[in-house]
């Protein structure tokens, strides 16, 4: 008999190259999970033209389809959607399009798909268009709780828990990173089965253009390093890290004159370098090709963030390399307590970090 098929509907490469976040990591895990059970897996990419499909994953699915995600193509998922609240919530809309839609059908109509997999917020509008099919859906970030910690956007909340809410109404199951994510959708009345998927990888992708991390390292010696990793166009990691440069980092200069904050990831906005030209001791580098020996070699890896929601994978990754970990609440939450790491409310982190660094004197 042959294996049951799946329709595994993505807004990024799983695994992808180019440029990624960690969410492509787990992307790949769920889809490998998928096969590892038996399914034959059916993919259709929703990429943004920046990234690449890794070979490895493609090889190991049933078909691979891609269509190039533009910023036209968003524009486009929010108009279509406006009737069921994406003006509100574009965040769960910009990938379903009816160009998208009708690519799903196709998929499922010639290859006999009973089941459908939603991976990334940005696909779940999908779940109305499926009716009929078995939906399951991998919950990278609650919105509503991303939402509600912004102060511009916070006043949206409800109206964006009852457009998710009800997105979230057909699915069979959700998929989390945390129990506190669980917790969450059950909160938001969600009455299907909510199951806990950890990720088991953890590694970070392969950046075109990156710098060798042996030219950052260079910059370590005889000094006190911080390091802060993560994709800067992100708004959460962006204004959290200008927000702690401008409040935080110098409380931690005034007790350590020897410290570098080195703010390592993709793409850094304009004036997050022109900020790290003028504040001593920061070091904007963009994107490395391994920031694996920078967590190692770091005197404390920073995640001090004060927007967003979700696991963030970048704390298991610096904690996989044995690095000793400043988080804020934000930064921490949902991860198991662990021997490295610390968390502590965001206002608290320039103290943790003077107090480990006194320690490895």
């Given at each position: 008999?042959?294996?049951?098929?799946?329709?595994?509907?993505?807004?990024?490469?799983?695994?992808?190259?180019?440029?990624?976040?960690?969410?492509?990591?787990?992307?790949?895990?769920?889809?490998?999970?998928?096969?590892?059970?038996?399914?034959?897996?059916?993919?259709?990419?929703?990429?943004?033209?920046?990234?690449?499909?890794?070979?490895?994953?493609?090889?190991?699915?049933?078909?691979?389809?891609?269509?190039?995600?533009?910023?036209?193509?968003?524009?486009?998922?929010?108009?279509?959607?406006?009737?069921?609240?994406?003006?509100?919530?574009?965040?769960?809309?910009?990938?379903?399009?009816?160009?998208?839609?009708?690519?799903?059908?196709?998929?499922?109509?010639?290859?006999?798909?009973?089941?459908?997999?939603?991976?990334?917020?940005?696909?779940?509008?999908?779940?109305?268009?499926?009716?009929?099919?078995?939906?399951?859906?991998?919950?990278?970030?609650?919105?509503?709780?991303?939402?509600?910690?912004?102060?511009?956007?916070?006043?949206?909340?409800?109206?964006?828990?009852?457009?998710?809410?009800?997105?979230?109404?057909?699915?069979?199951?959700?998929?989390?990173?945390?129990?506190?994510?669980?917790?969450?959708?059950?909160?938001?009345?969600?009455?299907?089965?909510?199951?806990?998927?950890p990720p088991s990888r953890v590694r970070v992708g392969e950046v075109a253009d990156a710098l060798p991390v042996s030219?950052?390292?260079?910059?370590?010696?005889?000094?006190?390093?911080?390091?802060?990793?993560?994709?800067?166009?992100?708004?959460?990691?962006?204004?959290?890290?200008?927000?702690?440069?401008?409040?935080?980092?110098?409380?931690?200069?005034?007790?350590?004159?020897?410290?570098?904050?080195?703010?390592?990831?993709?793409?850094?906005?304009?004036?997050?370098?022109?900020?790290?030209?003028?504040?001593?001791?920061?070091?904007?580098?963009?994107?490395?090709?391994?920031?694996?020996?920078?967590?190692?070699?770091?005197?404390?890896?920073?995640?001090?963030?004060?927007?967003?929601?979700?696991v963030k994978i970048k704390v298991l990754q610096m904690l996989d390399a044995g690095a000793r970990v400043v988080a804020?609440?934000?930064?921490?939450?949902?991860?198991?307590?662990?021997?490295?790491?610390?968390?502590?409310?965001?206002?608290?982190?320039?103290?943790?970090?003077?107090?480990?660094?006194?320690?490895?004197?």
């Amino acid at each position: 008999m042959e294996n049951p098929g799946i329709l595994f509907i993505t807004a990024f490469h799983p695994g992808g190259k180019g440029i990624i976040g960690a969410g492509e990591a787990i992307c790949e895990d769920s889809l490998r999970g998928l096969i590892s059970s038996g399914k034959a897996v059916h993919v259709l990419c929703l990429a943004p033209e920046s990234q690449m499909a890794n070979p490895e994953v493609v090889e190991l699915c049933r078909s691979y389809t891609t269509l190039a995600q533009t910023t036209a193509q968003n524009m486009l998922g929010v108009l279509f959607g406006c009737l069921k609240g994406s003006l509100f919530a574009p965040w769960l809309f910009a990938r379903v399009t009816p160009r998208n839609i009708r690519a799903a059908h196709e998929i499922i109509a010639r290859c006999g798909i009973r089941e459908v997999w939603l991976d990334f917020p940005s696909t779940l509008a999908f779940a109305p268009h499926l009716r009929g099919l078995a939906i399951d859906y991998f919950v990278h970030d609650v919105v509503t709780q991303n939402i509600g910690r912004r102060k511009l956007l916070g006043m949206l909340k409800p109206l964006v828990e009852r457009i998710e809410r009800k997105l979230l109404a057909p699915l069979r199951r959700c998929f989390v990173l945390s129990q506190k994510d669980k917790d969450l959708l059950l909160g938001m009345g969600f009455r299907g089965e909510v199951m806990l998927q950890p990720p088991s990888r953890v590694r970070v992708g392969e950046v075109a253009d990156a710098l060798p991390v042996s030219r950052i390292l260079e910059g370590f010696a005889g000094r006190k390093n911080l390091v802060f990793f993560g994709n800067m166009q992100r708004p959460e990691n962006h204004w959290s890290i200008l927000h702690f440069l401008l409040f935080s980092y110098p409380k931690i200069r005034r007790c350590r004159d020897d410290v570098q904050f080195w703010i390592i990831g993709l793409m850094p906005r304009l004036s997050l370098r022109l900020l790290g030209r003028l504040i001593p001791g920061v070091r904007v580098v963009g994107a490395v090709d391994d920031p694996y020996p920078a967590f190692r070699a770091a005197s404390v890896c920073v995640v001090p963030l004060r927007l967003g929601a979700g696991v963030k994978i970048k704390v298991l990754q610096m904690l996989d390399a044995g690095a000793r970990v400043v988080a804020s609440s934000v930064g921490g939450e949902g991860i198991a307590p662990a021997p490295d790491l610390v968390v502590v409310p965001y206002g608290e982190v320039p103290e943790a970090v003077c107090r480990i660094l006194a320690e490895v004197d």
